[in-house]
């Protein structure tokens, strides 16, 4: 598996011969291209064509977020694996009403249920969220009775809204409460680092869509519309809950990332550079970790799981296998 490489300070990415290098007043730092799929940048940084001409034929994606953490854009290197097949047949799902409201049914079943497999860890550990599963559950069965893709999208942020009740309670952390879902500008310390968790989600599955044959423009649960990307919004949904949710609460459990690591702008409250690198660390080893696939019978790695989830995608839209969204066991 190819590493992600996260850059935080400002300074020069430069090509030398066969290999990439990050250079600033602390120095050198080469990067193995070999081993490197994608780079994000949380700094000021200069480059040339000469250096992303070289990361096109490595095929090396480069990502960028602002002073606050938001992802802005990528340097998305020429599609390798794009498919002129696949795209049609990506069209074909998302025009079809039925078709595209069918997989859109399954990501919210998905992301729906990796919710309560949440909550359920949490009430296993003696935390009150009993009423929280039991109003995920009710909504669950009304996943099927949507008709059209406006009326789902209401009814998972209803979901949601429950599972986003339960976080005082499994935080017990008077000093990140949630309130309410608060996204540009985040108004409180967890709403920051849900909307940082989330941005770095969306990315990740950006990353890995570009290594299927997959667009990532044409979404179905988002509207595919002027919008740059919306598939890797669809898959990062599945996701969210059992990876970048499940992360903040360990870090605050072990308080690896306490009220102190925040600051105030005028953009709202943002993380400061130490939690985004504890963050960023705690996710990269989070993606690395390994769980047992029972319909593929050996273990295979979080980030794994997500170019699963695209291959199943894959299989449904060319009629070989119909597809299921991941569900989480644990």
């Not at 002129?84 to 729906?112: C, N, P, T, W």
């Not at 990876?243 to 360990?250: A, E, G, K, N, S």
């Not at 769980?291 to 593929?296: A, F, K, L, M, S």
Request: net charge neutral; charged share 30%.
């Amino acid at each position: 598996m190819k590493k992600t490489i996260y850059i935080f300070s400002s300074g020069e990415l430069s090509r030398k011969d066969n290999t990439i290098y990050f250079e600033n007043d602390e120095g050198r730092r080469f990067i193995p291209v070999e081993d490197t799929g994608e780079i994000m940048v949380f700094g000021e940084l200069d480059f040339n064509k000469k250096l992303l001409e070289f990361l096109s034929v490595k095929e090396i994606t480069l990502h960028f977020f602002n002073y606050h953490g938001y992802y802005m854009g990528s340097f998305y290197p020429r599609e390798h694996l794009n498919s002129g097949y696949m795209i049609l047949k990506q069209a074909e799902y998302y025009l079809d009403e039925e078709k595209r409201l069918a997989i859109a049914q399954e990501f919210v079943h998905g992301a729906s249920k990796n919710i309560r497999q949440v909550l359920k860890y949490y009430h296993g550990r003696e935390k009150n969220v009993d009423g929280n599963i039991k109003a995920v559950e009710n909504l669950l069965a009304a996943i099927e009775e949507c008709k059209e893709i406006s009326a789902l999208m209401a009814l998972e942020g209803n979901i949601r809204d429950h599972y986003y009740q339960a976080f005082d309670e499994i935080v017990g952390n008077p000093d990140f409460t949630f309130q309410e879902r608060s996204r540009r500008p985040p108004k409180n310390h967890l709403n920051t680092l849900i909307s940082f968790g989330n941005s770095l989600m969306y990315t990740i599955c950006l990353s890995e869509i570009y290594k299927t044959h997959l667009d990532p423009r044409i979404g179905y649960l988002h509207a595919t519309n002027f919008r740059r990307f919306t598939l890797n919004l669809d898959i990062a949904e599945i996701f969210k809950p059992i990876i970048v949710d499940r992360l903040i609460f360990t870090l605050l459990g072990k308080k690896m990332i306490t009220k102190d690591d925040f600051e105030r702008s005028t953009e709202g409250i943002m993380l400061k550079e130490r939690a985004k690198k504890c963050f960023v660390e705690n996710l990269d080893e989070k993606l690395k970790t390994t769980i047992n696939h029972r319909d593929i019978g050996r273990p295979v790695s979080y980030r794994r799981l997500i170019r699963l989830e695209l291959y199943k995608l894959e299989k449904h839209l060319i009629g070989e296998k119909e597809y299921r969204a991941f569900v989480a066991r644990w």
